[in-house]
C-alpha cells in the first residue's frame, strides 16, 4: 500500500477526441484531468495522464501532461505498454453518425489495451446514434471486458443494455464538464459588471442546416428580443473556426435591425475552455445550440434556453427538468423573445428552482474519477 509520503504512481492513457480544437471536448479532458488529479490526491494516488492527441505538442503545453499522436500506431502501442490502463471518453465518441471509422477507432483503442492486459475505462461517454447494426459486436465486447463503464445519459444506458451490455455493469452519470470549474484566481461572476448595463446574453450558435435556415430563424428570435427589452449579445464561438463563421452570419443578418440600446458582438476566449466557461459565467442567459455551452451555463448557474439539433441536447435539459425552446427546425421569434424576457427579469427564481438538480450533476459528475482512482489503486500491482 502506499502511503501520503509516497503515493502510489498510476499511468493512464486517456482516449478521445482530443488535440482538434473543439471547445467542448478540450472541456471534457480538462475536467477528467482535474477530476482525476483531485481524486487520486484524496486517494494517495499520483495519476500521470498520457492523453492520444490530434496535435501532442499542443495538448502537452495546454494541460501540462504528457500526450502521443493518437493515430500512430507505434506511439500508441508503446504508451498502453507503459500504462496502468485506458480510459476512453468522455464525450459522444461510439456513434457512427460522424462516419464510419469512429467506432472501429474507439473501440480499436480499447481492444488493443485489452489484449496488452491493461484494465479500461469508459467515461461518462454518450454512446450513440449507432446506424450500422454490424458495429454493434465491438461495442459490446470492449464494454463487457472493460472495468467500469460510465455513460452520460440514459438513453445510452438504454443503447448498451439493447446490445448486450448488462445494464447492472452500466454507471449513468453526468457529462464530466459538470465538474469544471473557473480558472483559477478568477472570482465567480454570474452578473453584469454593471448593473445599469443591458442584460449579457450569451448565444453559441453552430451550422447544421445546409440552408442556413435555422440560423436565419435564430437571427429573427434575437431581433425580436432586442426589441421587446435592450439586450447585449455576445456570441461564444465553442469549435473555431465553424462557429465563428456561424456567428458571423447571424451577426450579418442582425446588423441594423437590433432594437434601441440593444449591440451584439462577437467573443474570442480563445482555446483554453476555462476561459470559455467565465465568458459563460458573466453571462445573465444563454441561447445555446452547443452542448457544452448549456453544461457551462448549468455549472454557473446562468439561465438558459437551448436550441435543438441532437437529442443529447434535450437529454441534458431534460435533467434539468428545462424543454428546448426550439429546433434546427422550428424556433418561434415571438415565443423565444418572450420566454428569454421572463428569465432576465428572474434570474435569481430560475437559479433557486434549478439549484437541486444543477448541484446533484455536479457532484455526480466526479464519480467516474472516484472510482477509476479507487479500482486502480486496489486491483493493480505494479
Not at 450513440?128 to 465491438?138: A, F, S, T
Not at 458571423?248 to 467573443?267: F, H, I, N, P
Amino acid at each position: 500500500m502506499g502511503t501520503s509520503h509516497h503515493p502510489q504512481i498510476r499511468r493512464i492513457v486517456i482516449s478521445g477526441y482530443y488535440g482538434f480544437y473543439n471547445s467542448g471536448d478540450e472541456a471534457v479532458l480538462k475536467s477528467i484531468l482535474l477530476a482525476l488529479e483531485e481524486e487520486g490526491k484524496a486517494q494517495g494516488v499520483q495519476i500521470q495522464p498520457i492523453v492520444l492527441s490530434g496535435d501532442p505538442d499542443w495538448t502537452s503545453r495546454m494541460y501540462g501532461v504528457e500526450a502521443v499522436r493518437r493515430m500512430h500506431p507505434g506511439d500508441l502501442w508503446k504508451a498502453l505498454k507503459g500504462s496502468d490502463g485506458l480510459i476512453s471518453g468522455g464525450g459522444s465518441l461510439l456513434q457512427d453518425v460522424t462516419g464510419a471509422k469512429t467506432i472501429p477507432y474507439y473501440t480499436g483503442v480499447m481492444k488493443l489495451a485489452q489484449l496488452l492486459g491493461k484494465p479500461t475505462f469508459a467515461y461518462s461517454q454518450g454512446i450513440g446514434p449507432v446506424i450500422r447494426r454490424w458495429m454493434d459486436p465491438m461495442i459490446r465486447g470492449v464494454m463487457k471486458q472493460s472495468a467500469y463503464v460510465s455513460v452520460r445519459d440514459e438513453e445510452s444506458a438504454a443503447l448498451l443494455g439493447r446490445i448486450g451490455v448488462p445494464s447492472d455493469r452500466i454507471d449513468v452519470v453526468p457529462d464530466p464538464v459538470m465538474g469544471l470549474p473557473l480558472p483559477a484566481g478568477s472570482s465567480a461572476a454570474g452578473q453584469a459588471s454593471d448593473p445599469a448595463a443591458a442584460p449579457l446574453v450569451g448565444v453559441s450558435l453552430r451550422p447544421w442546416r445546409s440552408d442556413g435556415a435555422d440560423l436565419e430563424r435564430a437571427a429573427d428570435a434575437l431581433v425580436a428580443l432586442s426589441k421587446r427589452m435592450p439586450v447585449r449579445l455576445r456570441f461564444l464561438p465553442f469549435h473555431t473556426p465553424s462557429d465563428t463563421v456561424a456567428s458571423e452570419q447571424v451577426l450579418e443578418r442582425l446588423r441594423g435591425r437590433l432594437g434601441d440600446g440593444s449591440t451584439a458582438e462577437l467573443a474570442a476566449p480563445g482555446d483554453d475552455p476555462q476561459q470559455m466557461l467565465l465568458e459563460v459565467s458573466r453571462c445573465d442567459a444563454l441561447f445555446g445550440m452547443r452542448l457544452h455551452a448549456l453544461i457551462y451555463a448549468a455549472g454557473q448557474r446562468v439561465p438558459m434556453l437551448g436550441l435543438s439539433y441532437d437529442p443529447k441536447i434535450d437529454q441534458f435539459l431534460g435533467r434539468l427538468g428545462i424543454k428546448a425552446i426550439g429546433t434546427t427546425e422550428q424556433l418561434d421569434a415571438e415565443k423565444f423573445a418572450e420566454a428569454a424576457g421572463l428569465l432576465l427579469s428572474d434570474k435569481e427564481g430560475w437559479q433557486a428552482k434549478h439549484k437541486p438538480a444543477i448541484d446533484l450533476l455536479k457532484q455526480q459528475s466526479q464519480r467516474p474519477a472516484q472510482q477509476i482512482v479507487h479500482l486502480l489503486r486496489h486491483t493493480l500491482s505494479r
